[in-house]
């Protein structure tokens, strides 16, 4: 199975991992040993002082963010487990706060036009982000590629910020702020530094995944490469930004091949890019 098709609906437990993850209480299917029967919400292994209808509703969610854009309500009921009126009620509270959207021809369900603006509210207030931001100008200046600042998300890479480098010439299209962490320097990096249940979590995304050497070896790095299979001619260097011991985000270069030879890593990115995230480290450090 690839790594796509693993991160895919609610069989291949990518949803409802992540919240077992979090200790919310969820169960998929596979491992009550009753195919078939969608999503359950297991109320007794729920944190204790937690809301049942919240739990829910974050459940409903990210299985919204699965698969198609659009989901059939009879769908939802078998992905989530809950009865179709439960459902309804819960949908009608997440369409009024438009956190989630009916399409008016299909009725189907998608999710709402709040949440890119609670995602974009939340990227802005990360203290790391305006910690970096004054460091990324001149890092780009400095070494004329692509500069980024990525954050862990569970197994997902982040990008709160990016600024394009010199090989970016004309129009640049790049829709995508959330990728598997698995697939680039920096998520590997903050996946290395994360607690065993994240680390297992990724792994089980893909199929031909790292070893444990190899987290041993990104957590003991000053700077983890990587070339995207997808974009083999555009390798990536990251180093940690740190919030005291913790590593709050990572920082990022990536360019041409022709412009990130081992070479020119060695000799002028990887000294910019160390001092960068040291000098963000430090400021983060007295705010």
Same mark, same amino acid.
């Given at each position: 199975?690839?790594?796509?098709?693993?991160?895919?609906?609610?069989?291949?437990?990518?949803?409802?991992?992540?919240?077992?993850?979090?200790?919310?209480?969820?169960?998929?299917?596979?491992?009550?040993?009753?195919?078939?029967?969608? %999503?359950?919400?297991?109320?007794?292994?729920?944190?204790?002082?937690?809301?049942?209808? =919240?739990?829910? $509703?974050?459940?409903?969610?990210?299985?919204?963010?699965?698969?198609?854009? #659009?989901?059939?309500?009879?769908?939802?009921?078998?992905?989530?487990?809950?009865?179709?009126? @439960?459902? #309804?009620?819960?949908? &009608?509270?997440?369409? !009024?706060?438009?956190?989630?959207?009916?399409?008016?021809?299909?009725?189907?369900?998608?999710?709402?036009?709040?949440?890119?603006?609670?995602?974009?509210?939340?990227?802005?207030?990360?203290?790391?982000?305006?910690?970096? @931001?004054?460091?990324?100008?001149?890092? &780009?200046?400095?070494?004329? $590629?692509?500069?980024?600042?990525?954050?862990?998300?569970?197994?997902?890479? =982040?990008?709160?910020?990016?600024?394009?480098?010199? +090989?970016?010439?004309?129009?640049?299209?790049?829709?995508?702020?959330?990728?598997?962490?698995?697939?680039?320097?920096?998520?590997?990096?903050?996946?290395? #530094?994360?607690? +065993?249940?994240? %680390?297992?979590?990724?792994?089980?995304?893909?199929?031909?995944?790292?070893?444990?050497? +190899? /987290?041993?070896? %990104?957590?003991?790095?000053?700077?983890?490469?990587?070339?995207?299979?997808?974009?083999?001619?555009?390798?990536?260097?990251?180093?940690?930004?740190?919030?005291?011991? /913790?590593?709050?985000?990572?920082?990022?270069?990536?360019?041409?091949?022709?412009?990130?030879?081992?070479?020119?890593? +060695?000799?002028?990115?990887?000294? #910019?890019?160390?001092?960068?995230?040291?000098?963000?480290?430090?400021?983060?450090?007295? !705010?």
């Amino acid at each position: 199975m690839s790594s796509v098709a693993a991160r895919r609906g609610c069989h291949t437990g990518t949803a409802i991992r992540s919240f077992r993850n979090a200790e919310h209480g969820l169960r998929c299917p596979s491992d009550r040993g009753t195919p078939g029967r969608g %999503w359950r919400v297991g109320e007794s292994e729920a944190p204790r002082g937690t809301l049942g209808t =919240v739990r829910n $509703a974050a459940l409903l969610l990210t299985l919204l963010s699965e698969g198609p854009s #659009h989901h059939a309500l009879t769908d939802l009921a078998e992905r989530s487990g809950m009865p179709l009126p @439960t459902l #309804h009620r819960l949908l &009608r509270s997440l369409l !009024a706060a438009k956190l989630v959207e009916q399409d008016p021809e299909s009725s189907r369900y998608g999710l709402g036009p709040q949440l890119p603006r609670l995602a974009e509210r939340y990227i802005e207030r990360l203290p790391v982000t305006s910690a970096a @931001t004054p460091y990324l100008v001149d890092l &780009r200046a400095t070494t004329g $590629a692509t500069v980024t600042l990525v954050t862990l998300a569970g197994t997902d890479a =982040v990008f709160a910020d990016r600024l394009d480098g010199e +090989d970016v010439g004309g129009v640049h299209r790049d829709a995508s702020r959330v990728r598997p962490a698995l697939e680039t320097a920096a998520g590997r990096l903050l996946l290395a #530094h994360a607690d +065993d249940t994240v %680390w297992k979590d990724a792994l089980a995304t893909t199929t031909d995944g790292p070893g444990a050497d +190899d /987290r041993e070896g %990104w957590r003991a790095a000053e700077i983890v490469r990587h070339t995207p299979a997808a974009a083999a001619s555009r390798p990536e260097i990251a180093t940690a930004i740190r919030a005291g011991s /913790r590593v709050a985000a990572a920082l990022g270069l990536s360019g041409p091949a022709s412009q990130l030879t081992d070479e020119a890593i +060695d000799q002028l990115h990887a000294p #910019h890019l160390l001092r960068a995230a040291a000098s963000i480290s430090r400021t983060l450090g007295r !705010a």
